[in-house]
T-cell receptor, first 116, second 112 residues
């Protein structure tokens, strides 16, 4: 199956700093990538849909100026959490869909963020 | 009403038991349905798609009832390795950009 990687797998940072998370499709080109967030014992919540070469589409309630998404190539999308606060501590997961369709999404291993 | 609802469990069963999970969804225009499993502190992984006629993959059987907006997953002869959280996932209807909507998941614990 298609492989998606994320880096870093976990990060601890001080409040007020910015954190960048990378999502890469390793063996296929992903025109669309998705960013999710999952709080403990909660469901995955879609934050934004990222299309290569265009602006991301954010879900209602997700601040686009706080969660900056860049999808500069067909194999890389980045999520930057700007001025992170403790309430941003969560499990961030990206996924990518194959160019043939959006039926199946392949998930990265996730990035666990802890903001102190 | 939540878009995708599941019984959170946990379901604690002995090895070899048969266990069934249920899920309901609110958007009648939903087009595709899936079961994912998520291990503790890991990403979700696709277990199987759910088709209108029902489908089986080894010990796993999935069923869909569009009229009732209800999805089920049956696990037979459960193994210790089946312990995980099972996520009911629905793909939105037209105009949703292929967004997946996740339930909170049902936790399964299989004991020796």
């Amino acid at each position: 199956g298609a492989v998606v990687s994320q880096h870093p797998s976990w990060v601890i940072c001080k409040s007020g700093t910015s954190v960048k998370i990378e999502c890469r499709s390793l063996d296929f080109q992903a025109t669309t990538m998705f960013w999710y967030r999952q709080f403990p014992k909660q469901s995955l919540m879609l934050m934004a849909t990222s299309n290569e070469g265009s602006k991301a589409t954010y879900e209602q309630g997700v601040e686009k100026d706080k969660f900056l998404i860049n999808h500069a190539s067909l194999t890389l999308s980045t999520l930057t959490v700007t001025s992170a606060h403790p309430e941003d501590s969560s499990f961030y997961i990206c996924s990518a869909s194959l160019p043939t369709g959006l039926e199946t999404q392949y998930f990265g291993p996730g990035t666990r963020l802890l903001v102190l | 009403r939540k878009e995708v609802e599941q019984d959170p469990g946990p379901f604690n069963v002995p090895e070899g038991a048969t266990v069934a999970f249920n899920c309901t969804y609110s958007n009648s225009a939903s087009q595709s349905f899936f079961w994912y499993r998520q291990d503790c502190r890991k990403e979700p992984k696709l277990l199987m798609s759910v088709y209108s006629s029902g489908n089986e993959d080894g010990r796993f059987t999935a069923q869909l009832n569009r009229a009732s907006q209800y999805i089920s997953l049956l696990i037979r002869d459960s193994k210790l390795s089946d312990s995980a959280t099972y996520l009911c996932v629905v793909k939105g209807g037209p105009g949703s950009q292929g967004n997946l909507i996740f339930g909170k998941g049902t936790k399964l614990s299989v004991k020796p």
